[in-house]
């Protein structure tokens, strides 16, 4: 039996992946902290030290993954974002109309802010108006949008869409109404979540109305009309 010298030890690659394993247990356990402590003192009243004395670690560690309280509430943000995605996307039943399963997708982000408006503001903030890593936010943006798209797809393919105008151009109808109405409702206390979900359903309804392919003969119909309009 011969023994092949490759000149790697097979336990050499271990310490490499256990200190994978203790920086990724250690940006859970900042993410865990900053996440209670934004929700229980607000975005200015969480301070870093307290945060990093939660998370049990040194206050400079922190540093290692977020530049400041701002990058730290992104990196919370974007888990809270994929993990509504997640859900909503999951639940949105195939049978139900359009309308009914984008305000499903919206009302997620919605109950989402709802839990902490202070907070959310900051959130918006960052979410709207990032000016730090924006290629990061962007992505989680090309995220959401994909969620719309998909079913803005859907709507195409069961007839309540029209299919001659381009997909992320109806994509960007329908995000615009949901980020109108998010802003109105964290900028403006008076407006309650009621009036939010009602007047965001309704833009929706009416959007895909004007989105909606013709009907069969409509234009033949409406052409007859404006002939016979200008023989009188």
């Known amino acids: 039996m011969f023994i092949v010298e490759t000149g790697e030890s097979p336990t050499r690659a271990a310490p490499v992946g256990l200190r994978e394993r203790n920086k990724q247990d250690k ?25 990093c004395r939660r998370a049990g670690i040194a206050t400079g560690t922190l540093f290692l993954y977020a530049r400041d309280k701002r990058e730290l509430l992104f990196l919370v943000f974007r888990d809270e974002v994929h993990e509504i995605l997640r859900q909503r996307t999951a639940r949105t039943c195939t049978t139900l109309p359009l309308a ?28 709207f108006y990032r000016t730090q890593q924006p290629a990061a936010m962007n992505a989680l943006t090309e995220d959401y949008l994909a969620a719309i798209a998909a079913l803005v797809e859907r709507g195409r393919a069961g007839g309540e869409l029209r299919t001659d105008v381009a997909v992320p151009d109806q994509v960007n109808a329908f995000f615009a109404h949901y980020a109108f109405h998010a802003q109105a409702w964290l900028a403006d206390a008076v407006v309650d979540r009621q009036q939010v979900d009602r007047s965001l359903r309704r833009a929706l309804e009416l959007q895909i109305e004007g989105l909606a392919p013709p009907a069969v003969g409509s234009g033949s119909r409406q052409r007859t009309h404006q002939l016979g309009r200008r023989g009188r």
Do not use: C, N, Q, W
């Open 27 to 51: 940006l859970a356990r900042i993410k865990r902290a900053a996440r209670e402590l934004f929700a229980k003192k607000g975005f200015e009243g969480a301070t870093a030290r307290a945060i």
């Open 100 to 127: 009914d399963a984008l305000m499903h997708l919206f009302r997620g982000f919605l109950d989402f802010y709802a839990r902490s408006p202070e907070l959310s503001r900051v959130i918006a903030g960052e979410f």
